[in-house]
């Protein structure tokens, strides 16, 4: 009776999974909606075409062979997208990472995506709503590369011009405060504008000209509008400026008159993003280098990955640690 008993009993703990030390299935994870053996779908949705899918696509293969990619494309309009989102999560796609065309009006997108037991990676810009984690290029970094190529640049002393994105937009404000945090106290702001619409630069450039006394005045313009940026060229150009040092800010390489161009190393990005994307996958706790709050979450983990600057020649530039000192700028 004995023999038999014990018997039973070794045949029901051969039938039970095997457990970690923390009571859990040993190769899954509470909240786990996929698995790397198997491979899922991760929905990769972005507000304009760019490198990003190409560049997400390679890194995800990399950490999950068996994986796929469902790309969508909302080619910069918000209801759009909305219902791309509604057709991935229809076709249970449970990773959505979303790069939103207007990170305000998301919230109702990304809390139906976690009603759905989706998980939501904001990418690029961070979206309003219980995201699980966000990756983008670290906008207090960007100010502060912004300015000190524009301290490298400058030739003369003088005022300069400083064009901001809007003021309600949270990334535009890190953005400002760490050009300010660099320039405050070395050169004299002598124009500074938040920008509501990419149309108001142009006008904000000419004004600025005008009350500063001429285009002689201005020793250097720094765009932190993405948006604004070829406005902000076109109009210095016309305006007296076109030998002026401009550095702006570029999401995406692009084009255009500037002396330097801080933008964002989408290949850093997209590889941070397709970890997080399997992480979250898995369950697992996600870490960042930082955490953040988008207004309806708070202590979301996030990925702020490092600019890149490029010089008007288009080669990757190093600071100059003797131009910084002899401007002012802190050595890095």
């Known amino acids: 009776m004995g023999r038999r008993l014990a018997g039973v009993c070794v045949l029901l703990l051969m039938s039970l999974p095997a457990c970690g030390p923390d009571g859990q299935e040993r190769g899954t994870e509470l909240g786990a909606v996929g698995d790397v053996r198997d491979g899922f779908t991760v929905g990769l949705l972005l507000p304009a075409e760019g490198p990003d899918r190409s560049l997400f696509t390679r890194a995800l293969a990399s950490l999950c062979p068996r994986c796929d990619v469902r790309y969508a494309n909302a080619a910069g309009d918000r209801t759009r997208q909305a219902r791309q989102v509604g057709r991935m999560l229809a076709d249970g796609v ?16 990304v809390a139906r995506a976690k009603l759905s037991g989706a998980k939501v990676i904001a990418y690029d810009r961070l979206a309003n709503g219980p995201v699980d984690a966000y990756v983008a290029t670290d906008p207090a970094r960007v100010g502060r590369e912004q300015a000190l ?52 630069a142009g006008r904000e450039v000419a004004a600025a000209v005008a009350a500063l006394g001429g285009a002689a005045k201005v020793a250097g313009v ?34 255009g008159t500037r002396t330097a161009t801080v933008r964002t190393d989408v290949a850093a990005q997209a590889a941070a993003a397709a970890r997080l994307a399997v992480e979250v996958a898995g369950g697992r706790t996600v870490y960042g280098t930082a955490v953040v709050s988008n207004g309806t979450t708070v202590s979301i983990p996030a990925v702020l990955v490092p600019p890149a600057v490029v010089t008007k020649a288009g ?18």
């Open 94 to 109: 449970r990773v959505l990472v979303l790069g939103a065309v207007d990170p305000g009006a998301a919230a109702p997108w």
């Open 149 to 200: 190529a524009l301290l490298r640049a400058m030739r003369v002393a003088g005022p300069v011009l400083l064009l901001n994105g809007p003021a309600s937009d949270p990334y535009a404000a890190a953005v400002k405060r760490g050009l300010h945090a660099v320039l405050d106290g070395r050169v004299a702001i002598g124009w500074e504008r938040d920008l509501t619409a990419p149309g108001e």
């Open 222 to 255: 720094c765009c932190a509008s993405e948006a604004a940026a070829e406005a902000v060229a076109a109009e210095m150009a016309k305006s007296g400026l076109a030998g002026v040092p401009l550095i702006r800010y570029d999401g995406r390489p692009g084009t």
């Open 315 to 332: 080669d990757p530039k190093a600071p100059d640690r003797r131009t910084a000192r002899k401007q002012g700028a802190p050595p890095r």
